[in-house]
Every structure is written in structure tokens, then in C-alpha cells.
């Protein structure tokens, strides 16, 4: 019988990453602190806050094996958020025009009854190509990516916007590694492929 595995997220983007491995996983939005510490870098604080989720579902499921994951969007050492709106999309996009953007993506494994706290993280760097205001404002009316930091959905017309993407890892980019999540897994014990899981 498989072990009960939670994805601690309220992402669709995760959860429908996640169906590509043919497992049962149930879906639970974490409550979390998500300040940011004036001493972690863009890329530690993805981590950190992969952590910080899957610990807190975990604290409600000590049963479960939870995954937890996040991504955060640098740009010139600055952290990009979701832009919220149709004018932030925008300029997001404008901004990043003919250069290139960091986007970290942590992903972690907590099982409290198990003992088990694994993380990871991936860096994809995607360069933009030199972006007109026109062809960006009619891709941001076709996509409307107010929810995707860096205002691009890369998994569908965002990737007309791109020269290249350096990355270790196509779907962290989407928001969840799954090659890296795939390894965790296999450490602590569930088969991929197969939905076998078994205790250590």
C-alpha cells in the first residue's frame, strides 16, 4: 500500500506537474510565514520556503511523506514577484528585455513519522530575446500570467518570448523539478516508475 504522499501547495501548476508520475497524492494549501530574512539570498530563500511548507503540513499529516516546493525570480539581485496586474506584467517583461533571469526552484521531502527532511534546489536561467512593448501587451492580453513570476507561462506562448533556457531540469522552470523530485523520492524509498513505496 502506498504511503500517504501530500503536495503542500495551492499551486495548479504543481499539482498538475505531479500527475505526470502516476502517483495518489493529495493536495493541501500550507500556512506559512513567507518573509522574506533580510540575509538569504533569492536562491536560499526558495529552499527555505520549500521547507517551511512541506513542514507544515507535515506537522498536521506526521504520516504522510509531504512535498513541498517554491520558486523565486531574480533579477539584477533582486527578487520579481508575481506581477498581479495587466501594467506590472508589463513592465516585468519590458524589464527583462534582452537580458536574463534567475528563476530558483526548491523542492523538499518532510515525513515527521519517518525522520525524513531532504531538499534541493535548481537554477534555470532564461534569456530573454529584445522584447517590442506591442508584441508583450498582446501576449499579456492572450496568457494574462498575472499569477507567474516573471509574467511568462513558459509551458504554453511564454516561450516565444525567449532566446534560451540554461537549466538542469526543463519543468522547474514551471515551478516543481521533477527530475530532482524523482531522485528525493527514490532515496526515501518510492518507486518511480511504479507507485510502490516501501518504509526504510
Known amino acids: 500500500m502506498q504511503e500517504k504522499i501530500i503536495l503542500a ?4 501548476y504543481r499539482a498538475e506537474l505531479l500527475q505526470r508520475l502516476h502517483l495518489e497524492i493529495l493536495v493541501q494549501a500550507p500556512a506559512i ?4 530574512d533580510i540575509d538569504d539570498t533569492p536562491a536560499s530563500w526558495a529552499e ?27 533579477f539584477n539581485n533582486q527578487v520579481i514577484g508575481k506581477p498581479g496586474s495587466r501594467i506590472n506584467a508589463i513592465n516585468q517583461l519590458m524589464a527583462f528585455s534582452g537580458a536574463k533571469v534567475a528563476f530558483h526552484t526548491g523542492v523538499a521531502l518532510v515525513s515527521n513519522q519517518r525522520q525524513i527532511l531532504l531538499s534541493a534546489l535548481d537554477t534555470t536561467w532564461v534569456h530573454f530575446r529584445h522584447l517590442d512593448r506591442d508584441e508583450v501587451a498582446h ?3 492572450i496568457e494574462q500570467p498575472f499569477d507567474c513570476a516573471g509574467s511568462f507561462k513558459c509551458e504554453s506562448l511564454g516561450i516565444s518570448l525567449f532566446d534560451r533556457v540554461v537549466s538542469d531540469d526543463p519543468t522547474a522552470l514551471i515551478g516543481l523539478p521533477l527530475i530532482t523530485l524523482c531522485g528525493l523520492l527514490r532515496r526515501v524509498g518510492v518507486d518511480i516508475p511504479g507507485s510502490n513505496c516501501s518504509a526504510q
Open 33 to 36: 510565514d513567507e518573509n522574506k
Open 9 to 12: 501547495s495551492s499551486s495548479k
Open 48 to 74: 527555505i520556503l520549500s521547507v517551511r511548507k512541506a513542514k507544515a503540513v507535515a506537522k498536521q499529516h506526521p504520516d504522510a511523506l509531504v512535498i513541498g516546493s517554491d520558486q523565486v525570480a531574480e
Open 139 to 141: 501576449y499579456i492580453d
